[in-house]
């Protein structure tokens, strides 16, 4: 209930600057770096680069990698791929 609390309410906000200070508002640097940095391997999943490479380029494991290849094929994440395109 509290995820979908929080996505109503920044679906709420239409401008990127608002949002990116209600961002800084609520997480600390360290969870607005972790988002972002998912958020990057969903783009470079999409654009079909190979997990080991998502690897080198970003610093992280390949696990987390997984976590979300997996996601954009069969979890709640589906539609992640029309939003970044």
Same mark, same amino acid.
Request: proline share 2%; hydrophobic share 45%.
């Given at each position: 209930?509290?995820?979908?609390?929080?996505?109503?309410?920044?679906?709420?906000?239409?401008?990127?600057?608002?949002?990116?200070?209600?961002?800084?508002?609520?997480?600390?640097?360290?969870? !607005?770096?972790?988002?972002?940095?998912?958020?990057?391997?969903?783009?470079?999943?999409? *654009?079909?680069?190979?997990? #080991? +490479? %998502?690897?080198?380029? !970003?610093?992280?494991?390949?696990?987390?990698?997984?976590?979300?290849?997996?996601?954009? *094929?069969?979890?709640?994440? #589906? +539609? %992640?791929?029309?939003? !970044?395109?």
């Amino acid at each position: 209930m509290l995820i979908k609390e929080l996505a109503q309410t920044v679906v709420k906000i239409k401008d990127a600057q608002k949002a990116t200070a209600f961002l800084h508002a609520i997480l600390t640097p360290a969870e !607005l770096e972790q988002i972002a940095q998912r958020l990057q391997i969903f783009r470079l999943l999409i *654009k079909g680069v190979p997990q #080991r +490479e %998502i690897s080198k380029q !970003l610093g992280v494991s390949i696990g987390t990698i997984t976590h979300g290849s997996r996601e954009l *094929k069969y979890g709640s994440a #589906r +539609e %992640i791929e029309a939003i !970044l395109k």
